[in-house]
Structures are given as structure tokens and as C-alpha cells.
């Protein structure tokens, strides 16, 4: 539905986007996401058609959509920053830019009806924004975007101002809205947990630099290199570079093979999920040696912070029986089928 083809934006002669394609289709939701300064909400403000690329292509369906105006696109933006009118109504708030632009009352009423209730927002259409709580006002800046039955979502971080329980509140919101419209989206966050809950597709940035785009369980299971291997996933991989001899990979005592187009390796980098890790190894398992060092409790689970002889490595821990404490020594175990590698230079995935 949507192409970006070569992409680029400088500012003042500096790469902030560098030559970056993607396509969005029809009904997916895109979640953009990344450290501080990536790029993404420079992405965000090219497809709005705020700002202008520096190089490359967009288009909507056949139509390049390059230099359009915002209004000639219309996408709807939805950013942190809700700024609702004070003084008018939530009503007059959700139907302001269709009075600007002296549409027809009768074209937009039926619309309005339902979007309030898509939105819950019914009862409370005669009030002002003072008089919402944070996740109401979110709503009605929502209302206000979808009412023009835009081509396009684009959303910067909508759920940041907000606190935990109105998060969630919101991005269930989000997500409804979605499941009934079913209308493209392209949603920015820095938040990775927020990315794999709510996208059909992670497209993780560095740099101004895609590093991997995909489903959520694919960015998971299969990092493309180092930076997406620490970014996705909470609590972050272990990742500790460790020497090779002979075509094997060193840990501790243990020896894993490397794939044989790597086997002159020197050192790779040795990636392992802490939920991976157990401190009750079955017999199939690798298991190494390790003292506990900290422990952190996480909710639901403990993340135990430990030293072994290949370094330290933090693992999860479920809030069951007597969970080790400080000074503690065990046996650690993982399935080699868990283990991920990648090059000491690249940094790009070896398996
Ligand atoms: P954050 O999560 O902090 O909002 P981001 O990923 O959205 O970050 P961008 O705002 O897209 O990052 O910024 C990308 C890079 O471009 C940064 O290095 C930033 O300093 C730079 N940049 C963004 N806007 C401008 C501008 N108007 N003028 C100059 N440099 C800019």
C-alpha cells in the first residue's frame, strides 16, 4: 500500500535517514522503533508530508506521493502532545477540523456517532478537556484523527505522557480501533515491549539505518545482528564476546561448534536470553558453573545477576521454591538450540 523507496534526510549535510525502503500493506500495523535519535519520528514526518526527503520516493498505492502536501495525503497524525481546543467541548474538539473546512454537518455526523463509540467516548461528548482523565484526552485527540476517515495512521509515541495504567488502557484502545478499521498504521516508539505487543511488523532503526524488519517472534527468535539481539527483548540478551580455537566457540569449560563457514573465527560474539538460562538443567542441557552475585525482584520472576568463567550472565528466575540469594553457588544450564552467535566484526547473525 505503501513504498518508501530509498528514503534519505539530512539535516545540515548530516544523515539523519539513510537510504531506507519499506513497504506497508494494506491493514498492517507498522511499529517503528528505536534508540534516541534514530530517525524515527523524522520517518514519521516524511510520510506526513512535514517534512522533505533529502533523496528517494514515496508512494501510496500507484501514486507518488513525494512532494504532496499533508492535506493532499491525507493521513491522520496522532502524536504525544494531544493538544485539545480548552475551551470547546469534546464534541466541537473532535469535529473542528470538519467545520474548518465547512464540510457538509449531514456527511459527518453519522460519523461522528461512531467514531465516540468505537472510542467510548459517548457520554461524554459535552464535556470539556479539563473535566477527561489523560486517557480520555488521548481518546478524543484519536476521535478527532480517525473522524476524517483517513488513508493513513501515523502515530509518534502516544502512549509516553501517559502513566502504566493508563497505557494500557490507551493501547487496547489502539489496538481496538485497529482490529474495526483495519486502516494502515504506522506507529513510533522507543518502548521494545510496546513494539512487540501491538505490531503486525517491527521495523528496528539505528542509525537512520533499518536493521531488521519483521513479525515480533521472528526479531525474537532470529536477531539479524548484535544491535537487534540487546535491543529486542526484556530482560536484554546476555552477549559477551568469547574467544574460538579450532572452529569451537569457548564458554567456560564448554565447547560449541561454530558453522563451518566461520570456522577460522577468532571470536565471536555469544548471545543467550536470560529466560533461556535454568538453574535446574536437565540432562541435555550445556550447564556451566556460576556464583550469584545479585538478584532483582521483577514482579512476576527474579533476574538473578551471576558470575561464571565466561563471564557475567543474568537469567530468570521464576517466583517458585527457595530462589538463590547472594554468594550462592550453582549449575547453570541452557539448550544449545538457544545459543545465538554472531560475527565479532559485522556483528550480523552467523547461524
Ligand atoms: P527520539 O526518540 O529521541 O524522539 P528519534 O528516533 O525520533 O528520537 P529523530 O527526531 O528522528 O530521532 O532525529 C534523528 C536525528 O536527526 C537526530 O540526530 C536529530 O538530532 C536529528 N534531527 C532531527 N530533526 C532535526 C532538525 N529539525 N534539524 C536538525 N537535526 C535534526
Excluded at 538478584?295 to 527457595?322: C, F, K, N, Q
Aim: net charge positive; hydrophobic share 40%; charged share 20%.
Amino acid at each position: 500500500m505503501l513504498r518508501l523507496q530509498n528514503v534519505s534526510k539530512q539535516f545540515d549535510g548530516k544523515p539523519a535517514l539513510s537510504a531506507l525502503s519499506l513497504e506497508i500493506r494494506d491493514g498492517e500495523f507498522v511499529v517503528l522503533v528505536g534508540p534516541s535519535g534514530c530517525g524515527k519520528s523524522t520517518l514519521l514526518r516524511l510520510l506526513a508530508g512535514l517534512d522533505e526527503v533529502s533523496g528517494g520516493e514515496i508512494w501510496l498505492r500507484e501514486e507518488n506521493i513525494t512532494t504532496m502536501t499533508p492535506r493532499e495525503r491525507n493521513f491522520a497524525m496522532i502524536f504525544q502532545n494531544y493538544a485539545l481546543f480548552p475551551h470547546l467541548s469534546v464534541r466541537d474538539n473532535i469535529t473542528f477540523g470538519m467545520k474548518i473546512r465547512k464540510e457538509d454537518k449531514a456527511s459527518w455526523q453519522p460519523r461522528l456517532a461512531q467514531v465516540a463509540q468505537m472510542l467510548q467516548l459517548d457520554d461524554l461528548l459535552d464535556r470539556k478537556p479539563a473535566k477527561l482523565s489523560g486517557g480520555q484526552r488521548q481518546r478524543v485527540a484519536m476521535a478527532r484523527a480517525i473522524v476524517r476517515n483517513p488513508r493513513l495512521f501515523l502515530m509518534d509515541e502516544p502512549l509516553s505522557n501517559l502513566d502504566a495504567r493508563l497505557r494500557t488502557e490507551v493501547r487496547d484502545s489502539i489496538m481496538a480501533l485497529h482490529q474495526q478499521l483495519k486502516t494502515s498504521t504506522v506507529y513510533v516508539t522507543h518502548d521494545q515491549t510496546e513494539a512487540m505487543s501491538m505490531a503486525d511488523r517491527i521495523v528496528v532503526l539505528n542509525g537512520g539505518h533499518v536493521q531488521q524488519v519483521g513479525r515480533p517472534e521472528h526479531l525474537y527468535a532470529r536477531p539479524a545482528n548484535l544491535f537487534v539481539a540487546g535491543f529486542i527483548g526484556s530482560p536484554a540478551m546476555n552477549l559477551l564476546r568469547l574467544p574460538c580455537a579450532e572452529g569451537q566457540v569457548r564458554v567456560g569449560e564448554l565447547t560449541y561448534p561454530l558453522p563451518p563457514a566461520w570456522a577460522t573465527q577468532r571470536e565471536v560474539w555469544f548471545g543467550l536470553r536470560p529466560e533461556h538460562i535454568t538453574d535446574s538443567p536437565g540432562p541435555q542441557a550445556l550447564t556451566l558453573p556460576a556464583t550469584v552475585i545479585q538478584r532483582e525482584l521483577m514482579g512476576a520472576d527474579y533476574l538473578l545477576h551471576v558470575s561464571t568463567p565466561t563471564g557475567a550472565l543474568r537469567y530468570t528466575r521464576r517466583h517458585r521454591g527457595a530462589i538463590p540469594e547472594k554468594g550462592d553457588t550453582l549449575t547453570l544450564g541452557f539448550s544449545p538450540a538457544d545459543i545465538h552467535l554472531f560475527h565479532a566484526e559485522t556483528q550480523h547473525n552467523l547461524l
